[in-house]
């Protein structure tokens, strides 16, 4: 793109604002669109993007500041500015903060030479052909299928998705084409000759991955959520792996994206095909399946479930089952692994787990070790096969929960827990409840989320002030942009919004 003619030049900034700072152009200088530069504002230097001339000639223009530097990096490309113009409009964010996070320091140098010649040594389309089934080949064919024809595909699978993953990637890098894998953590394997970007990473190791997917091309990556920003040249393949999880949602600090979602965004932009893959999918992902927009392909490859008994507190209650916050059943389990050696985890809903293991030890004040406790939600990250007996206790708080996903998680956390415990125990007043029912409580889901107008039959604009929380369930149709557009305006000062809010 030709430099600007003006000597004046709009600059986005890595900052919450509502307005785009002006800059003047030293003599000799020229930018392009979307080249980074450094620049002076309130006292402090920042690297922002040229966003284009300011043909107007600006008030006191004397006092205007002028661009320090431009560096030597390649400029921001239309791609990358049309995918967060759409992080900015779809998440009601400034575009500044969209930017703060599409544009990291380690995205904003070069690495030395040594490493750059270091980094070229490497083999990065070194992956393997791996050996299928007959089955898996006929999925990857249906999913090559049905990518020829323009549709994107929702795979569920359980342990053979990565041999479909290895597969995929190496036809489309054979291709000459880049490959994303988008995970909700990398910590675990990846596929031989992938390139890591995770938020574990160094500075230094980001720079290097960030100066790779520039320039080593073609480059399969493994990534975590902000991996959909890096400035690929040549995308030819995106896949998003558990697509279900709420990893994907940041919600700490604005913009409140959705990897998934800007993922899909990211393969429409670059004209690559979409593979989002679960072993149960999410209930946006099952609507899309139902509206056509995406096509589904089963593999019955799921580990087998371990040992897996719900116990009817209210029943035990009736009979004097309970004694404290344990069934005798439960009791009587606890005792019959403790004496074979094996170790035993307790599970509860909340935060604090002390009280439950107290319990517990009185019962068993010899167990020593072989009793833990820990909440639900930390129990995500950690291997379970060690323990032989796993107590969720309480299920019904999770239920209790005034929110329409609360049902949602409480299936998940139960399915994982099915999967990876090789004996499991559940305590609830609720056994009855569709949760328990496997893979068909998603469709009830669905069915209810239809009924009662809620995502994914809606979007979802959540608006937190201070304490006070107000969500607006907006139909999808061809106003929704204004209706949400309208709902920021409206809002009160310093209030946040989110959109697509990730829930409990």
């Known amino acids: 793109m030709p430099a600007p003619e003006s000597s004046f030049v709009k600059v986005l900034l890595p900052l919450n604002l509502c307005w785009t700072p002006t800059y003047c152009l030293p003599e000799g200088m020229t930018v392009r669109r979307g080249d980074r530069v450094r620049v002076p504002f309130a006292g402090r230097e920042y690297v922002g993007v040229v966003l284009g001339s300011d043909d107007t000639t600006p008030v006191n223009s004397e006092k205007i500041l002028q661009v320090a530097e431009v560096l030597d990096i390649p400029p921001v ?57 007959a089955t898996l080949k006929q999925s990857v064919q249906a999913i090559l299928e049905a990518f020829d024809q323009g549709i994107n595909v929702l795979l569920c699978a359980g342990s053979s998705r990565r041999q479909i993953f290895q597969e995929l990637s190496r036809r489309t890098l054979e291709s000459g084409r880049d490959v994303l894998i988008l995970r909700p953590s990398v910590d675990g394997p990846v596929l031989d000759g992938s390139l890591c970007y995770a938020s574990s990473l160094s500075q230094a190791q980001k720079r290097n991955a960030v100066h790779l997917v520039r320039t080593a091309g073609p480059l399969l990556v493994e990534g975590e959520s902000p991996a959909v920003f890096l400035p690929f040249g040549n995308l030819g393949l995106v896949i998003v792996d558990d697509e279900f999880s709420q990893d994907y949602k940041q919600s700490f600090r604005p913009p409140f994206y959705n990897a998934r979602d800007v993922a899909y965004m990211l393969a429409k932009i670059r004209k690559a095909p979409l593979l989002l893959c679960a072993e149960y999918p999410s209930l946006e992902s099952l609507y899309n399946c139902s509206a056509g927009r995406l096509k589904r392909i089963d593999i019955n490859d799921s580990p087998s479930i371990g040992k897996y008994e719900i116990i009817d507190t209210s029943r035990e209650r009736l009979k004097n089952g309970m ?16 004496r074979e050696n094996g170790k035993v985890l307790l599970l509860q809903p909340w935060k604090d787990t002390s009280d439950i293991e107290i319990e517990a030890r009185k019962n068993f004040p010899s167990a020593g070790s072989k009793i833990n406790s820990m909440p639900l939600w930390k129990a ?8 032989s007996l796993v107590l969720l206790s309480n299920v019904d708080y999770l239920l209790s929960k005034q929110d329409f996903r609360a049902d949602e998680y409480a299936f998940r956390q139960i399915e994982r827990l099915r999967h990876q415990c090789p004996n499991l125990l559940i305590q609830t007043s609720e056994s009855g409840h569709y949760i328990f029912s496997g893979g068909n409580a998603l469709e009830k889901m669905l069915s209810q989320r239809r009924e009662f107008s809620l995502p994914p039959y809606t979007r979802e604009v959540r608006i937190r002030n201070g304490e006070a929380s107000e969500s607006h369930f907006l139909a999808k149709d061809a106003a929704l942009e204004k209706r949400k557009l309208e709902l920021l305006k409206n809002a009160p000062r310093g209030a946040v ?3 697509d809010p990730s829930g409990l």
């Open 77 to 133: 490309s239309p791609e990358e500015f049309e995918l967060w113009d759409f992080v900015s409009r779809y998440y009601l964010c400034s575009q500044g903060e969209v930017c703060r996070i599409a544009s990291p320091s380690a995205a904003l140098e070069r690495p030395p030479l040594a490493t750059i010649e270091k980094l070229a040594q490497n083999n990065w389309t070194d992956i393997r052909k791996p050996h299928l089934s």
């Open 323 to 338: 004694v404290g916050n344990f069934s005798r059943i439960a009791l009587a389990r606890m005792e019959s692994t403790l």
């Open 380 to 387: 995500d990250r950690k291997e379970l096969s060690k323990y």
């Open 497 to 499: 919004i989110d959109v």
